[in-house]
C-alpha cells in the first residue's frame, strides 16, 4: 500500500532558506503582517489535511470511480463530499481568497505549497476545488459588481463550485473553431446552446450549484478566436438573494471512461436554451478565460509535482527494503540473504532522478507563485510589471517540463518496484496513469512549447527571457570567484551563454520558415526547462554549501542530501541540454519532405 508524508522540511527550506519569501511578502501591503510562524502552520495543518482526509481515499477514489446515474446526475466516489465538508469546515477553500468575499487572503506562494500537498494525496479530488478557485480569479477579474457579489462569496465559502467548458467535439486546441451560440434575451441575459465535451467536475454530487463558464458565440461575432465570448452559466439559477431557483438547461450527457483521475467526472455537458450572463466584453471572452486557463496550467504543474513526490517517497521507501542480489563491490547487508536494492547504481539513478527533478521543480513553482504574489500586490508598478513578465514567460515551462518530468520520474519509481510496480495493490500504476492526463489538458505540452518559442520569445524579441537570463547572469557575477561553488555556477553559466545562441538562430530560421519554430519548440522548451532547473539548483546548492562549511560534521544530513543532488542534477540530467540543442538545431527538413501518403 501506498503511503505518504508532507514534505514540510523541504517545503520550508525553499520558502525560507531559498527565496525568502516571508520578507518579500512584507513588501506587499496586503501580506505586511506574514510571519514564518504563520506559514508554517498553516502548511502543516494542511498537511495533515491532505494525509488523514485526502490520501486515504485516493485509491478507492481511483478503483471506484464517479458512476453516471442517469438523468445528468453523477455520483462522486465514497467519501468524497464527505471530504469537502471537512475542507469547507477547516476553512481551506478561502485560504489565498480575498477577504472582501469572504477569503483569508493568504499569498499565493502558501497556497501553491498547500496544492502541492493536495495533488500528492489526491489529484482527482483536488481538481473540484482548485477548478472552483480558477473560476474564482476569472470572476475577481472580469466580473461586474453584481456577478462577483452574488457568486464569489458563494464560490470562496466552498457552497458552490466551478468549471470552464471550452473544448468542443470538433475543437480542442483550436477554439477559433468552436460553435456554441449565445442568443440574447430581452432581460440581457443570453441563452446558449453547443456541446461541450472533456469538462472536468462539469456535474457532481460534492456542492449544492455549479457555476460554469462557458464560451460561446454572440449572432454577430467575427469568425475565430476574436469572435468569441465568455458567460456565467449556472447549474441552478440563482435568485439576486443567492437561494438557487430552476434548474438550468446545461446538463450532464455522459462521463468519459478515462486511463486514469477516475475520482473526477469528466463530462459531456449539453446546453440547450441554457441561461447565461456575459462576463467581460462581447466577443472578448477568450481573453477573460486565459486568467483562469493560466491558473489552470500552473494547477497542472503542482498536480504533477505532487505526483513526483508521493511516487517517489514511495518508491525510495522500497528500495530501502526490498533485497535482491548482492552490490557488486561487495555484501552490504552481510546478515541478510541480499542486499536492499538501493546499493545498486541503476535503482539510485532512478531515485536520484526523481529526487532532482521533485525538488527542483518545487524550488521553481514556489518562486513562480511568489512572482504571482508581487505582480498582484506589490506598491511599485515597475516591480508588479517584472514579476508579470516572468510570470508569463514561464508559465507553459512549469506546466510543460514539470509534467514531462512527473510522467518520467511516476514511470521511475513504479520501475524501482519491479514488477510488483505494475500491480494494483502497491499503487504506483495509479500514479503512472494519473500522471499521464497532466501532458495533455490545459493546453498540451506541444501547444505550451509553441507559446514559449513563439509568442513568450520571440513575439518580444526574447526580452522577457532576458530579464531571466538577468537573474542568472547576476548570480553567476556573484558566485563567479567562489571556489567552492564552480561546480555549480559553470554549468549554469554554460547552458545560458548556450541557449542565447540557440535562441538567436531559432530566430532568425524562424523569420524564413515558420515551420522551423514547429519542429524545435518542444526541444527548445525542454532547454528552457533546464535552464531554470539550473539556476534553483545553484541557488539550493549555495545555501546547502553554506550551512555545510559553517557547521562542519554537526549539520543536519538535509543539508548533505540537497548538496549530492544537486551535484547529480548537474552530473546526470542537465547534460541532456545537449542533444535537445542538436536536435532543435536539426529544422524542419526531415519533418516536411515526407508525403502524408508516404507515412
Same mark, same amino acid.
Given at each position: 500500500?501506498?503511503?505518504?508524508?508532507?514534505?514540510?522540511?523541504?517545503?520550508?527550506?525553499?520558502?525560507?532558506?531559498?527565496?525568502?519569501?516571508?520578507?518579500?511578502?512584507?513588501?506587499?501591503?496586503?501580506?505586511?503582517?506574514?510571519?514564518?510562524?504563520?506559514?508554517?502552520?498553516?502548511?502543516?495543518?494542511?498537511?495533515?489535511?491532505?494525509?488523514?482526509?485526502?490520501?486515504?481515499?485516493?485509491?478507492?477514489?481511483?478503483?471506484?470511480?464517479?458512476?453516471?446515474?442517469?438523468?445528468?446526475?453523477?455520483?462522486?466516489?465514497?467519501?468524497?463530499?464527505?471530504?469537502?465538508?471537512?475542507?469547507?469546515?477547516?476553512?481551506?477553500?478561502?485560504?489565498?481568497?480575498?477577504?472582501?468575499?469572504?477569503?483569508?487572503?493568504?499569498?499565493?506562494?502558501?497556497?501553491?505549497?498547500?496544492?502541492?500537498?493536495?495533488?500528492?494525496?489526491?489529484?482527482?479530488?483536488?481538481?473540484?476545488?482548485?477548478?472552483?478557485?480558477?473560476?474564482?480569479?476569472?470572476?475577481?477579474?472580469?466580473?461586474?459588481?453584481?456577478?462577483?457579489?452574488?457568486?464569489?462569496?458563494?464560490?470562496?465559502?466552498?457552497?458552490?463550485?466551478?468549471?470552464?467548458?471550452?473544448?468542443?467535439?470538433?475543437?480542442?486546441?483550436?477554439?477559433?473553431?468552436?460553435?456554441?451560440?449565445?442568443?440574447?434575451?430581452?432581460?440581457?441575459?443570453?441563452?446558449?446552446?453547443?456541446?461541450?465535451?472533456?469538462?472536468?467536475?462539469?456535474?457532481?454530487?460534492?456542492?449544492?450549484?455549479?457555476?460554469?463558464?462557458?464560451?460561446?458565440?454572440?449572432?454577430?461575432?467575427?469568425?475565430?478566436?476574436?469572435?468569441?465570448?465568455?458567460?456565467?452559466?449556472?447549474?441552478?439559477?440563482?435568485?439576486?438573494?443567492?437561494?438557487?431557483?430552476?434548474?438550468?438547461?446545461?446538463?450532464?450527457?455522459?462521463?468519459?471512461?478515462?486511463?486514469?483521475?477516475?475520482?473526477?467526472?469528466?463530462?459531456?455537458?449539453?446546453?440547450?436554451?441554457?441561461?447565461?450572463?456575459?462576463?467581460?466584453?462581447?466577443?472578448?471572452?477568450?481573453?477573460?478565460?486565459?486568467?483562469?486557463?493560466?491558473?489552470?496550467?500552473?494547477?497542472?504543474?503542482?498536480?504533477?509535482?505532487?505526483?513526483?513526490?508521493?511516487?517517489?517517497?514511495?518508491?525510495?521507501?522500497?528500495?530501502?527494503?526490498?533485497?535482491?542480489?548482492?552490490?557488486?563491490?561487495?555484501?552490504?547487508?552481510?546478515?541478510?540473504?541480499?542486499?536492499?536494492?538501493?546499493?545498486?547504481?541503476?535503482?539510485?539513478?532512478?531515485?536520484?532522478?526523481?529526487?532532482?527533478?521533485?525538488?527542483?521543480?518545487?524550488?521553481?513553482?514556489?518562486?513562480?507563485?511568489?512572482?504571482?504574489?508581487?505582480?498582484?500586490?506589490?506598491?511599485?508598478?515597475?516591480?508588479?510589471?517584472?514579476?508579470?513578465?516572468?510570470?508569463?514567460?514561464?508559465?507553459?515551462?512549469?506546466?510543460?517540463?514539470?509534467?514531462?518530468?512527473?510522467?518520467?520520474?511516476?514511470?521511475?519509481?513504479?520501475?524501482?518496484?519491479?514488477?510488483?510496480?505494475?500491480?494494483?495493490?502497491?499503487?504506483?500504476?495509479?500514479?503512472?496513469?494519473?500522471?499521464?492526463?497532466?501532458?495533455?489538458?490545459?493546453?498540451?505540452?506541444?501547444?505550451?512549447?509553441?507559446?514559449?518559442?513563439?509568442?513568450?520569445?520571440?513575439?518580444?524579441?526574447?526580452?522577457?527571457?532576458?530579464?531571466?537570463?538577468?537573474?542568472?547572469?547576476?548570480?553567476?557575477?556573484?558566485?563567479?570567484? &567562489?571556489?567552492?561553488?564552480?561546480?555549480?555556477? &559553470?554549468?549554469?553559466?554554460?547552458?545560458?551563454?548556450?541557449?542565447?545562441?540557440?535562441?538567436?538562430?531559432?530566430?532568425?530560421?524562424?523569420?524564413?520558415?515558420?515551420?522551423?519554430?514547429?519542429?524545435?519548440?518542444?526541444?527548445?522548451?525542454?532547454?528552457?526547462?533546464?535552464?531554470?532547473?539550473?539556476?534553483?539548483?545553484?541557488?539550493?546548492?549555495?545555501?546547502?554549501?553554506?550551512?555545510?562549511?559553517?557547521?562542519?560534521?554537526?549539520?543536519?544530513?538535509?543539508?548533505?542530501?540537497?548538496?549530492?543532488?544537486?551535484?547529480?542534477?548537474?552530473?546526470?540530467?542537465?547534460?541532456?541540454?545537449?542533444?535537445?540543442?542538436?536536435?532543435?538545431?536539426?529544422?524542419?527538413?526531415?519533418?516536411?519532405?515526407?508525403?502524408?501518403?508516404?507515412?
Amino acid at each position: 500500500m501506498a503511503q505518504y508524508t508532507p514534505p514540510l522540511r523541504d517545503m520550508q527550506f525553499v520558502l525560507h532558506e531559498v527565496h525568502g519569501a516571508i520578507d518579500a511578502l512584507r513588501e506587499l501591503p496586503a501580506h505586511a503582517d506574514i510571519s514564518r510562524d504563520l506559514t508554517d502552520q498553516v502548511l502543516e495543518e494542511g498537511g495533515k489535511f491532505c494525509a488523514e482526509v485526502l490520501f486515504p481515499i485516493n485509491r478507492s477514489g481511483d478503483e471506484e470511480g464517479c458512476t453516471y446515474a442517469g438523468n445528468g446526475v453523477v455520483k462522486t466516489p465514497k467519501g468524497f463530499k464527505e471530504a469537502w465538508q471537512q475542507f469547507k469546515d477547516g476553512g481551506w477553500p478561502t485560504l489565498t481568497c480575498a477577504p472582501e468575499y469572504g477569503g483569508q487572503g493568504m499569498p499565493a506562494t502558501v497556497g501553491m505549497a498547500f496544492q502541492e500537498m493536495m495533488n500528492s494525496a489526491n489529484q482527482a479530488w483536488t481538481m473540484y476545488p482548485g477548478l472552483t478557485h480558477g473560476a474564482y480569479d476569472c470572476l475577481k477579474e472580469h466580473g461586474t459588481d453584481v456577478q462577483k457579489a452574488l457568486y464569489l462569496p458563494r464560490m470562496v465559502s466552498g457552497e458552490w463550485m466551478g468549471t470552464m467548458c471550452l473544448t468542443e467535439p470538433h475543437c480542442g486546441t483550436d477554439l477559433g473553431m468552436l460553435r456554441s451560440k449565445a442568443e440574447p434575451n430581452p432581460d440581457g441575459s443570453f441563452a446558449i446552446t453547443g456541446t461541450k465535451i472533456f469538462i472536468s467536475s462539469g456535474e457532481h454530487d460534492m456542492a449544492a450549484n455549479i457555476v460554469h463558464l462557458v464560451l460561446a458565440r454572440l449572432p454577430d461575432a467575427p469568425a475565430g478566436t476574436k469572435g468569441i465570448s465568455l458567460f456565467i452559466v449556472p447549474k441552478f439559477v440563482p435568485d439576486a438573494d443567492g437561494s438557487l431557483g430552476a434548474r438550468n438547461g446545461i446538463t450532464c450527457g455522459r462521463i468519459e471512461e478515462k486511463m486514469g483521475i477516475h475520482g473526477n467526472a469528466t463530462c459531456e455537458m449539453n446546453l440547450i436554451g441554457a441561461t447565461g450572463w456575459m462576463v467581460g466584453e462581447p466577443n472578448k471572452g477568450l481573453n477573460a478565460m486565459f486568467v483562469m486557463m493560466n491558473a489552470a496550467r500552473i494547477g497542472v504543474g503542482m498536480q504533477s509535482l505532487g505526483l513526483m513526490e508521493v511516487a517517489y517517497q514511495n518508491s525510495l521507501a522500497y528500495a530501502k527494503d526490498r533485497i535482491q542480489s548482492r552490490s557488486l563491490t561487495g555484501p552490504k547487508a552481510p546478515e541478510k540473504a541480499a542486499d536492499p536494492i538501493i546499493v545498486h547504481p541503476d535503482v539510485r539513478r532512478m531515485l536520484l532522478t526523481q529526487k532532482a527533478y521533485t525538488e527542483g521543480a518545487r524550488c521553481f513553482a514556489y518562486w513562480l507563485a511568489l512572482q504571482a504574489d508581487v505582480a498582484d500586490g506589490h506598491p511599485d508598478a515597475d516591480a508588479r510589471k517584472a514579476s508579470h513578465d516572468l510570470l508569463q514567460l514561464l508559465t507553459p515551462v512549469v506546466k510543460a517540463f514539470i509534467t514531462d518530468n512527473a510522467f518520467l520520474t511516476t514511470n521511475l519509481a513504479l520501475q524501482v518496484y519491479g514488477g510488483h510496480g505494475y500491480i494494483r495493490e502497491w499503487g504506483m500504476e495509479q500514479y503512472v496513469r494519473d500522471a499521464r492526463i497532466n501532458m495533455i489538458y490545459e493546453g498540451t505540452n506541444t501547444i505550451q512549447s509553441l507559446d514559449l518559442l513563439g509568442r513568450k520569445v520571440l513575439g518580444d524579441n526574447g526580452t522577457k527571457l532576458k530579464a531571466f537570463g538577468k537573474l542568472i547572469q547576476d548570480f553567476v557575477e556573484e558566485e563567479g570567484t &567562489n571556489d567552492d561553488m564552480a561546480e555549480f555556477v &559553470n554549468p549554469l553559466a554554460d547552458l545560458g551563454e548556450k541557449t542565447t545562441k540557440l535562441t538567436m538562430e531559432l530566430g532568425m530560421k524562424a523569420m524564413g520558415n515558420p515551420d522551423e519554430a514547429g519542429a524545435a519548440a518542444v526541444d527548445y522548451l525542454r532547454v528552457i526547462g533546464h535552464l531554470v532547473m539550473s539556476y534553483f539548483w545553484a541557488r539550493m546548492a549555495k545555501v546547502a554549501l553554506e550551512k555545510v562549511e559553517a557547521e562542519g560534521d554537526a549539520v543536519e544530513p538535509f543539508y548533505r542530501s540537497k548538496l549530492a543532488t544537486a551535484r547529480f542534477y548537474f552530473a546526470k540530467l542537465q547534460p541532456e541540454t545537449a542533444s535537445l540543442m542538436r536536435s532543435a538545431r536539426a529544422g524542419s527538413k526531415s519533418l516536411m519532405d515526407l508525403e502524408p501518403e508516404l507515412f
